[in-house]
Every structure is written in C-alpha cells, then in structure tokens.
C-alpha cells in the first residue's frame, strides 16, 4: 500500500517538507530510524486524498497524535494514561519543542500502531478518542 509523508530527517535532525509517496514499509523504516535518534515528527496520508493527515510525533518513548480533517481542524488523540494528567511531555512539532499534558501523551509503541492502523484505511475515527483545537 502507498502513501504520502513528511518527517523529520535523521541525519539533520530536522524537518524536511518535501513530500515522499512510498510503500508504508519505507515510512516504517524512516520512524525507525527517527526512533534510534530518540526523537521525531511526521505526517502520513493517503496518495488520493490530502486529508486526512495524521501527525505522529515522539520524543523518547512519550508521543502525541494529532490529526488534520481539512484545512481548518485540528484534533488530538486523548491518550491513555501512559503519563498522569499533570504532567507536561515535550515532543517535537516540525523543528520546535512544544508542550502536552498527560491527557494527549501515549506511549511510542502504541502510537506507533495507531499510525500503521491509518495507513492501512485511512479512517481515524475508530483509533481512539479525538479531542478538537
């Protein structure tokens, strides 16, 4: 299965904007190696839509899941406990640092599975719980 994505690049530890399409064993490899560095950012949709996108970004083994229904909205996946409510998890967004509660932080792995499950039909909605910007 193909799909269209941008992330973070390993050897810079930068985002790079360019749009890759690829089978999703390519994308697979490019989060591995993001992982091994310990921290990244990338956005994933299907080759015949421009939305959905799905965002998955991670420092460590903290991560956040935003998704993009169209130009205008923005939602986060609720996490699951992973971290306490209180807490604040830093993960990159493009090339900055930004801020989440525990409410939005899931563990790597898990996020990680809820992007291959996008990948594999493009729904969001059954992933979990989405919490609207």
């Not at 299907?46 to 956040?64: T, Y």
């Not at 130009?71 to 996490?79: A, D, H, N």
């Not at 599975?113 to 979990?128: I, K, R, S, Y």
């Amino acid at each position: 299965m193909s799909v269209v994505w941008v992330a973070t690049s390993p050897e810079s530890g930068l985002f790079h904007p360019v749009e890759r399409r690829s089978e999703v064993k390519d994308l697979s490899d490019r989060f591995n190696d993001l992982r091994s560095c310990g921290r990244g950012y990338l956005e994933v949709r299907s080759p015949s839509r421009e939305f959905p996108v799905m965002i998955l970004a991670f420092r460590d083994k903290h991560a956040v899941v935003h998704l993009m229904s169209d130009s205008e909205r923005m939602s986060l996946l609720v996490g699951e406990g992973t971290v306490p409510s209180g807490a604040e998890v830093e993960v990159p967004i493009m090339d900055d640092l930004a801020v989440f509660t525990g409410d939005f932080v899931l563990d790597i792995d898990r996020a990680w599975e809820l992007v291959h499950n996008f990948t594999q039909t493009w729904a969001a909605g059954p992933l979990g719980e989405w919490r609207e910007l």
